[in-house]
């Protein structure tokens, strides 16, 4: 699967790197949404895993520029963040995220809920 992590924090953008890849991904990866934007015509992924604490623009403006896209909409996107209480559930939805994970993510099954969301979605 073709997966693009957005991320500005280096160790946890390496960390989903790795465990995403070691599992036989196509894994890309963006710090900000500008690069985010450029990955994504770059690669076109099929799901973005989508930090939405970033600098200068968050996570949910992204998100609503990708599903306003008719030629992106189809991406999934999995919201991740480590403030729900700032970015509650239902405004990712509202911006367009598919599902939703509050850090710290669990780089033991992190495989497996991005399969179990795609399956979902299905």
Known sequence: MKILVVEDEPASLKL??????????????AEAVDKAISQISQSEPEVILLDLELPNIDGLALARTI????????????????????????????????????????????????????????
């Open 67 to 122: 599903k306003n896209d008719p030629a992106k909409k189809h991406i999934v996107i999995i919201a991740v963040t480590a403030y729900p209480e700032r970015f509650p559930r239902d405004e990712a939805v509202a911006a367009g995220c598919d599902a939703y994970i509050v850090k710290p993510i669990n780089t033991r099954n992190l495989t497996t809920q991005v399969a179990n969301i795609m399956e979902r979605l299905k």
């Open 16 to 29: 989903a790197h790795l465990v995403l890849s070691w599992e036989g991904h196509e894994v890309s990866q």
